[in-house]
């Protein structure tokens, strides 16, 4: 499943938050992720079928009763994990965070509103 949207701005809060898992996230996927992570603004809201893509969930991650899902993902070859706003993780949305083992608004010369495709992985 691929889906569409532009880089947006953040709010910063996600390089405190990936830290505390660093090793947990790492194991899982193999990469230590970048302390931060790139937004994107989908063209559509979305729901993610958990049936048919490749996830995990991280414990604790967020104060919440939920459970917080990383899906697996490529943008432009690079293997990453994708999430909800850390914010708004409960409900279908149009916002999405990228997480990655490098920053990939310097990688892949990525600005705001630039348009990205981003490609979920089947489990």
Partial sequence: MTVNGKVAKGLRKAGNKLACKTDEIANKLGFIPFPGTLNLKLDDILILDDELLAFFDLD???K???KFR???AMLK???VL???SFS???DPDDLLEIIADRNLRESLDLKDDDSVSLEFLEK
């Fill in 82 to 84: 994708v999430t909800r």
């Fill in 77 to 79: 070859g690079i293997p």
């Fill in 88 to 90: 708004i993780i409960a």
């Fill in 70 to 72: 990383l899906y697996k």
């Fill in 60 to 62: 604790g991650l967020v």
């Fill in 64 to 66: 919440r009763p939920l």
